[in-house]
């Protein structure tokens, strides 16, 4: 591994070092490497980094942790991709609290045309494994990535039926890449390998602790399109990712249920509460995520007779070059305005019939 991404793989050994600080360690000087060799007494004025950051702040340590670690990486046939890498998932790194770092095993298409979650309770029923098959099955035309928690119940079952109809599923694990939890869904994972696999943020051999699963459901919710609800308690892990999900500016669909049953409390509550979209069939979240229309081919920027100012024109630029619809976010990111200006100026395109706003907060040329 070349020095830059050793460096970086080391700060996440640093005690105190979070996704963000490391992120804007890196902003404020200019790489990893550099992180190590600036005087402790300036990295104090980087946001984030206080006395007892630097106290714990060993070199050496870090870098022998970080030897270490790529080998078991090496060991396991573990893929390590950083933020600032190319492969890094687009859709999640549209988030602000994505991970810095991510475990992956498998063979993983990250960039699929279509990315559903589908999430529920450990303790499903007959209802909700039976909406589960009908909606992957009836999505399977698509060929959509399936994402999923490896919990029981719910979870399980899509990564199951996934598998089963041949489609991508990718598992994201609160626990190291090397402790398959639960345990008995090893053979699963197994299957998931020849076409999906699995993914964390944590290192390897780290324990499945109650603290990771939120922060787990933050992964699956960045990486998708839609996310589906089927069987949820009033309180629960599906909920905590549907909120997450609604924050991310993604589609959260659910299934209603038995009012009297108390996993349908969940679902029944996130449609009561506009959090959710009801749905009964994958027709209805084709339709919502307007995956029942054939997209048409996007107009040029050489094509566009409209006046625009600069930064509109730089929008329509930015987009012509991507050649396919992109999140506000992106939008943002890659021409450096601020999201709010970004906002109201994809408005205003919109009203001028130059751009097109899709599902998702996603943006292409009409």
């Not at 790489?31 to 980094?49: D, T």
């Not at 959090?275 to 009964?280: F, G, K």
Request: charged share 25%; with cysteine.
């Amino acid at each position: 591994m070349e020095q830059e991404r050793m460096a970086l793989l080391a700060l996440h050994f640093i005690p105190g070092l979070g996704d963000y600080t490391i992120r804007q360690l890196m902003a404020y000087c200019g790489s990893a490497q550099q992180v190590f060799r600036i005087p402790k007494g300036k990295l104090l004025k980087v946001p984030g980094i206080g006395e007892a950051t630097l106290r714990g702040f060993s070199a050496v340590k870090a870098f022998q942790c970080a030897e270490k670690e790529i080998r078991k990486a090496e060991e396991h046939r573990v893929e390590l991709i950083f933020y600032n890498d190319a492969s890094y998932p687009r859709r999640l790194k549209q988030v602000s609290d994505a991970p810095s770092l991510l475990y992956i095993k498998g063979r993983l298409d990250f960039e699929a045309r279509r990315c559903v979650g589908i999430v529920g309770t450990r303790r499903c029923t007959d209802y909700g494994r039976e909406c589960t098959t009908e909606l992957i099955t009836g999505l399977s035309h698509h060929q959509p990535l399936i994402v999923s928690g490896l919990a029981y119940g719910i979870d399980i079952h899509a990564h199951q039926e996934a598998v089963r109809l041949g489609l991508q599923t990718i598992g994201i694990m609160g626990s190291g890449i090397d402790v398959i939890y639960p345990h008995a869904h090893i053979d699963t994972v197994r299957r998931m390998m020849g076409n999906g696999g699995i993914v964390t943020e944590n290192q390897f051999a780290a324990k499945p602790d109650a603290h990771n699963f939120p922060a787990r459901n933050r992964i699956i919710a960045g990486l998708i399109d839609a996310l589906v609800v089927v069987e949820a308690a009033e309180r629960g892990g599906a909920l905590i990712t549907a909120d997450i999900a609604n924050s991310y500016d993604r589609e959260v669909l659910t299934f209603p249920g038995d009012v009297k049953r108390s996993f349908s409390v969940g679902c029944n509550n996130l449609i009561k509460s506009n959090r959710a979209h009801l749905i009964t069939s994958a027709a209805d979240l084709e339709r919502i995520m307007n995956w029942d229309v054939e997209v048409a081919t996007p107009v040029r920027a050489s094509e566009v007779t409209v006046p625009l100012d600069a930064d509109e024109q730089q929008i329509v630029a930015c987009l012509d070059a991507a050649g396919k619809a992109l999140h506000i976010d992106e939008l943002s990111w890659r021409t450096t305005l601020p999201v709010a200006r970004m906002a109201s100026l994809l408005l205003g395109l919109e009203m001028k019939a130059v751009v097109k706003g899709l599902p998702g907060r996603m943006y292409r040329i009409r």
